[in-house]
């Protein structure tokens, strides 16, 4: 019961949100089943562009970079000042292991 009212808590955020935006770390499987790894990311891709947010993919995201809407290699667009400044989601969704990168983790 209390994982429903927290996927549901989740949910309400999710619609609420503006400027929410998705964080992707290492998302592979530990099968490295390239089937599975396709369907993953088809699966978050889809996600997120009905949510209306883009992804910021971390190094090791993997396959995910190559979809839409991926800003791939995040972390190097984010060492510009003026775009790490100006980013400010009012929502994160974090997914795979923690990044490496210090400019998307901040």
């Known amino acids: 019961k209390n994982v429903n009212?927290?996927?549901?808590?989740?949910?309400?955020?999710?619609?609420?949100?503006?400027?929410?935006?998705?964080?992707?770390?290492n998302l592979r499987l530990s099968n490295n089943d390239a089937n599975e790894a396709d369907s993953l990311t088809s699966i978050i891709s889809h996600f997120a562009t009905v949510a209306g947010m883009p992804i910021l993919?971390?190094?090791?995201?993997?396959?995910?970079?190559?979809?839409?809407p991926v800003i791939p290699f995040a972390e190097h667009l984010l060492k510009h000042p003026s775009?790490?400044?100006?980013l400010r989601p009012d929502f994160i969704l974090q997914l795979g292991s923690p990044l490496i990168s210090t400019e998307i983790s901040k």
């Open 57 to 68: 993919a971390g190094v090791q995201s993997g396959a995910l970079r190559r979809e839409r």
């Open 83 to 86: 775009i790490s400044k100006g």
């Open 5 to 25: 009212h927290s996927i549901i808590e989740v949910a309400e955020l999710i619609l609420q949100s503006r400027r929410g935006i998705i964080v992707a770390g």
